[in-house]
């Protein structure tokens, strides 16, 4: 059974501590959540997007979870895959 990312965060995010860590994240929260939305609109599962996108399953579950330093090299793999594009744009 699949669990909606927005589901599940908004869930988790009734969690002071995750919260407060999951706020602190920032950037690196935005780009997970962008590549996380566009895998679930395609219907990709992470294997699936792993292998299409030429990197271990693992590596996107952290990028998703932001579990570990996720790289711009890695983002742009999977951004390419699912067709998104990094803008900067000023504030």
């Known amino acids: 059974m699949s669990v909606d990312f ?14 407060r860590e999951y706020e602190a994240l920032g950037f ?10 566009a895998r679930e609109a395609k219907g990709l599962t992470r294997k699936q997007l792993a292998k299409m996108a030429g990197v271990k399953e693992k590596a996107v579950e952290d ?7 996720n790289t711009i090299n890695l983002f742009h793999k999977l951004a390419s895959v699912l067709g998104l594009r990094l803008e900067i744009v000023p504030a």
Do not use: C, G, I, W
């Open 6 to 19: 927005q589901d599940f965060l908004k869930e988790q995010m009734k969690d002071p501590e995750f919260r």
């Open 63 to 69: 990028f998703e979870y932001v579990n570990k330093e």
């Open 28 to 37: 690196e929260s935005d780009l997970a959540r962008a590549v996380t939305e």
